[in-house]
């Protein structure tokens, strides 16, 4: 709606811009007098104004009526002060048993897959016709069926997201680049078809398992329930189960590692280019309790990144991403010095290990060269043997063998292992051999230990959001034949994935209070749950942020500048940590302060620690009410009930004939005693009831006031809502449906407004900050760059007792149209005090400016419609900077450590996509072709293969990248009810006033508009990205957090077979099978 103002110009005309100029004139170069606000008007105003409003928030809210409920039942209810230390190892203790009913689940997987392996005999010609996950259900022209795609029956599975499953069977999954009728992966498939009745099984004993899967040390995949695999637009399927984190940690133990890479002259061209995706591929299996560096030589010596001199970073992703960019920057030149290069990294290795720091367990060092002219004995026996603790694998990159033999004898003389690689198809193949010698000493040693990965997104499983985050727990399967005993046989790993959200199930909400949370961390200080936590960036689009997997709590809890907090709970300790928060709310733009009590345990049998906040005051309270159940199902029976869907008042997933429940349906079953098997929570069950009981008079006082035609004649009030302490919420319509303004209040997709697993409603959480009594205003912000909301909400808490100890039972509140809002204001700020009727101001004038703020500083009204939304500080700089200086408002400093900047980078298509595996891949197709067709040897393709696959023109590309950013939030100071004031400017004085509306957030600011004072800038809320100098950057790659390393290690193991040492291994000989489908692909383009 435009304001007065919009009304009032037309009518000016002409006359006000003469009375301008004859001002003007008659004042010449005297600075103009400041205009004087009074401060009573205004005052009128503001009374008028919030006497008017409250009346109708309260009346159509029903608070006074559901404050008296509930001071009825006073006597009755029992206040608790909640124990949260004794609350968090209870929190524990489930989330304890329920990962052990997981990890139970998973090793009945690995005793069945080493029995079958036992009993299985490998035969060379096994001709076996499995279900291939890519080929399923595929037929020819001709209607037939292909050869691995038989009929494999999909349906809808609500338990799977809907996704077409086949809750019978598994089916089996082979990387691109491997052929699915390898002998090795037919045996593979064929013994392990054992785990179909096993997987079943698992499902039917624990029906809120989801995937479960066996990953085979030859490549395949086999997961359950089954489902159908569709490549990208390339035809490539690029998942390999070796590469992923839960294959590598059950695989191996932690390792500290040092990557040697030849670049001298010799390394020129395709060489250096498949040398580098070598080191790209051994990143990939390196995970968070893993320790590593990156040295490139010829006759000198260079770290890629020269900062990390001399010691290891950790191998997260962030500082992986970090190497791999550098990467780019390495050429060929001069001689290969390998002896200087092998004494830096048996330094770096054995001054890293006295630190204390890394691994403590495997140490080993990657070789990538086309050749060494020596063994180097003298330098082994110097600083490794006889003991051999530093591994050495050796990568020969090229077709010569000339100097095979010495590096094949480096790694046979230092248990590791030598392999060849002559293109970048045979890249991945190669570099998976160094984690089967790696995970030798724990197959020897039979130790299946259990491990649990950091959080990741599962995107088959996607919700509404986008968003599913999983943990999976594996456990490694061993060969457990006699013959192969020394040889430490890996056949895989077997895994189940847990969602996050089974977590949250475990947690009473309700008994954290408004603003409390629970969240858990991993052994590396890494979040594994937080309601801060935002793994996704550009809302809409789903995209996941490159190091959401790795964000560490103290990126959230930035406040606890020592890391007191973190520390503790990596060092797996119980206790009790204070220390006053700024939270933020409302897409980041509000923020509340508050002193937040933290309490802290670490979950046995996990790496993980579980931590409770509650916050102090009403937060750390607790009451029980008590009705009847025959009371309590009478009230929860009306249709506008309903309750928070994430909450777990029964396990509705427990049997299978319970997930269509809802929550609500679920407890009336429950109540009536026709499903035994439900499994509730008594306790929280027995308060929905009580809350039931105490807000089911508002129904009928709603309904009376939407049946009463001469109350909200114009419509303007469209919503009333209520919610509780324990979930409940109901809502009113006072117009239909389809009229409302705003379409997605409070459904399923308004997640800021409904009760979630982590929070509680927007509204709910900032009138639980208000004093009570009152009620507070505000426009929801939208998701775009523009804000133009419709809507104002308001909304007030109900507090059990009068005072600060009490709970917040439940708050309640409407929505109206922000037209009628505005209209009110308008009317309120016409009145004047005086006899005559002759106002001395008015909003109205030229002269003067009005708007209404909010305790945040939004503009709620002006004069410009368009300002709607705007921080006022944008508006009127000079006003907002000056009630700062005087304390009316105050800024606080906000820090987001999960930020997306944007940034330009200069790119090169080629090179971008010879650092995927994949890309590469196709490109060395391109490669091969070329090579059989010409018959050219390598060297002379340089020039056509950086032409034509990386030598393209470097162009600068916006990208968004993890960045941290510093940003304002602004609150007023509640005890400043009204000021006026005077702002000195260049060639004017600009006057103001602000004055408080009552029993609300809201402020009535009326400005001297004469005066522009355009010398201040404005004040924006705007982030600005927290630039390090190379200083910095480099002081924080080398800073070391506190972390706790697994409890086992397996690095050697006296009857290992360290003969077993490699030799030139190449896809070759089957390359025509495996690359038919993608040259047909290729030459089709």
């Not at 088959?460 to 943990?471: F, I, P, R, S």
């Not at 937060?619 to 009930?641: I, Q």
């Not at 308004?750 to 009594?773: S, V």
Request: with cysteine; glycine share 6%.
């Amino acid at each position: 709606m435009a304001g007065p103002g919009s009304q009032r110009r037309a009518s000016r005309g002409a006359s006000a811009l003469l009375a301008a100029a004859l001002l003007y004139a008659a004042l010449g170069d005297v600075v103009r007098s400041e205009q004087q606000i009074p401060l009573s008007v205004v005052k009128l105003w503001a009374s008028a104004f919030g006497g008017e409003i409250k009346s109708i928030a309260a009346k159509y809210s029903g608070s006074q009526l559901l404050q008296k409920k509930y001071k009825e039942y006073e006597k009755d209810v029992a206040i608790e002060e909640i124990d949260g230390l004794q609350l968090v190892k209870k929190l524990a203790k489930n989330m304890e048993e329920m990962f052990h009913k997981k990890s139970e689940a998973v090793r009945r997987l690995v005793e069945a897959a080493e029995e079958a392996h036992l009993k299985h005999e490998f035969d060379a010609d096994l001709q076996y016709e499995y279900f291939n996950a890519v080929l399923i259900n595929e037929r020819d022209k001709d209607g037939n069926f292909l050869e691995l795609g038989k009929e494999f029956i999909l349906a809808p599975n609500d338990h799977f997201n809907n996704l077409p499953v086949n809750i019978s069977l598994s089916d089996v999954q082979v990387p691109t680049n491997m052929y699915n009728k390898d002998p090795a992966i037919v045996n593979g498939v064929y013994w392990s078809e054992s785990l179909n009745k096993v997987f079943v099984d698992n499902f039917d004993r624990d029906p809120s398992l989801i995937w479960q899967y066996f990953g085979s040390a030859k490549g395949f995949f086999r997961q359950y329930p089954g489902i159908k695999w569709e490549p990208d637009e390339n035809g490539v399927i690029a998942f390999d189960c070796r590469n992923r984190k839960w294959y590598i940690q059950a695989a191996t133990s932690p390792k500290d590692v040092v990557i040697l890479v030849d670049v001298s002259g010799s390394m020129k061209g395709l060489r250096l280019t498949i040398a580098k995706q070598t080191v790209s591929s051994i990143l990939d299996t390196l995970g968070d309790d893993d320790f590593f560096n990156i040295i490139a030589y010829n006759e000198e010596l260079h770290y890629v990144e020269p900062c990390l001199n001399g010691t290891l970073v950790q191998a997260d992703r962030t500082n992986k991403e970090h190497f791999r960019e550098h990467l780019d920057k390495l050429f060929a030149k001069g001689i290969g010095m390998l002896d200087i290069a092998l004494n830096e990294a048996f330094n770096i290795l054995s001054d890293f290990n006295h630190t204390g720091q890394g691994s403590i367990c495997i140490q080993a060092i990657m070789l990538i060269t086309d050749g060494a002219v020596d063994t180097y004995d003298t330098i082994f026996a110097k600083y490794n043997w006889p003991d051999r603790k530093v591994r050495i694998f050796t990568y020969l990159i090229g077709r010569e063998a000339a100097f095979a033999d010495n590096l094949k004898w480096m790694a046979c003389a230092n248990k590791g292992f030598f392999t060849q690689i002559s293109t970048l198809a045979d890249v991945q193949e190669n570099v998976m051999e160094y984690l089967h010698v790696l995970s030798r000493p724990k197959v020897i040693d039979q130790e299946h230990d259990v491990v649990w990965t950091e959080a990741y997104i599962d995107s088959t499983l996607a919700d509404d959001q986008g968003l599913v985050l999983m943990t999976t727990v594996a456990m490694p399967v061993f060969s457990k034949q006699n013959e192969t005993r020394s040889k430490g046989i890996l056949l895989g790993v077997v895994g189940t994935d847990v969602p996050v959200k089974e977590l949250l199930k475990t947690i009473p909400k309700y008994k954290l209070g408004i603003h409390g949370y629970a969240f858990a961390i991993t052994n590396n200080g890494y979040i594994l749950t937080h309601p801060e936590l935002r793994p996704l960036y550009e809302e809409g689009k789903k995209r996941r942020k490159p190091n959401y997997s790795s964000v560490d709590l103290s990126e959230v809890e930035w406040e606890d500048q020592d890391d007191v907090l973190r520390n503790a709970m990596v060092n797996r300790k119980t206790g009790k940590f204070s220390m006053e928060v700024k939270k933020t709310v409302d897409k980041g733009k509000r923020v509340l302060v508050m002193t937040n009590d933290y309490y802290y345990t670490d979950i046995k049998g996990t790496p993980f620690s579980l931590g409770v906040a509650l916050s102090r005051g009403h937060g750390k309270y607790f009451f029980r009410g008590n009705v009847t159940v025959e009371e309590g199902l009478h009230d929860l029976e009306h249709p506008d009930v309903s309750l928070a869907d994430e909450w777990s008042y029964c396990n509705t997933d427990l049997h299978p004939e319970h997930r269509h429940l809802s929550q609500l349906e679920a407890i009336k079953l429950y109540l009536k005693g026709k499903e035994p098997l439900l499994q509730c929570d008594k306790e929280l069950i027995q308060e929905v009831l009580f809350d039931a009981v105490v807000s089911a008079p508002i129904e009928a006082y709603w309904t009376s006031l939407a049946l009463n035609k001469s109350e909200n004649s114009d419509k303007g009030v469209e919503v009333a809502f209520l919610g509780t302490r324990t979930g409940l919420s109901r809502i009113n319509l006072f117009v239909g449906a389809e009229q409302l303004t705003n379409q997605d209040f409070l459904k399923a997709g308004d997640k800021e407004n409904i009760f979630n697993a982590d929070h509680f409603p927007l509204w709910y959480r900032r009138a639980a900050e208000q004093i009570p009594g009152s009620f507070v205003y505000s426009i929801p912000f939208s998701t775009g760059t523009v804000n133009k909301s419709n809507v104002v909400t308001a909304s007030t808490s109900i507090q059990l007792l009068d005072e600060r100890k009490s709970p917040v039972v439940a708050a309640v509140g409407i929505q109206m149209k922000l037209e009628f809002f505005q209209r009110k204001f308008w009317t309120a700020s016409r009145q004047c005090a005086s006899l005559d009727g002759k106002c001395s101001i008015s909003c109205d004038d030229e002269t003067v400016n009005c708007y209404l703020i909010d305790n945040n500083g939004f503009i709620l009204v002006s004069e410009d419609y368009t300002q709607t939304g705007d921080f006022f500080g944008e508006v009127e700089g000079a006003v907002m900077n000056k009630l700062l200086t005087m304390g009316s408002f105050k800024r606080i400093t906000l820090y987001d450590y999960q930020a997306m900047c944007r940034a330009n980078k200069e790119s090169s298509d080629g090179a971008q996509g010879l650092l995927d595996p994949y890309n590469a891949f196709l490109a060395a197709v391109k490669w091969i072709m070329t090579e059989l067709v010409l018959f050219l040897v390598e060297f002379n393709l340089c020039s056509w293969w950086h032409s034509d696959m990386t030598a393209k023109a470097q162009k600068l590309k916006q990208t968004l990248e993890p960045c941290d950013t510093e940003y304002p939030a602004f609150v007023s100071e509640r005890t400043i009810k009204e000021t006026s004031g005077n702002i000195a400017c260049e060639d004017c004085s600009k006057s103001f006033v602000i004055q408080q509306i009552p029993s609300s957030n809201l402020f009535m600011v009326v400005v001297d508009s004469s005066c522009l004072c355009e010398s201040v800038a404005p004040i924006t809320m705007a982030p600005i990205e927290i630039r390090y100098n190379e200083s910095l950057k480099c002081e924080r790659l080398k800073a070391q957090k506190i972390r706790r390393r697994p409890e086992s290690c397996h690095g050697f193991h006296p009857e290992e077979n360290a003969r077993e040492c490699g030799g030139a291994r190449s896809v070759q000989a089957k390359m025509v099978l495996i690359l038919f489908p993608l040259l047909l692909m290729f030459f089709s383009r």
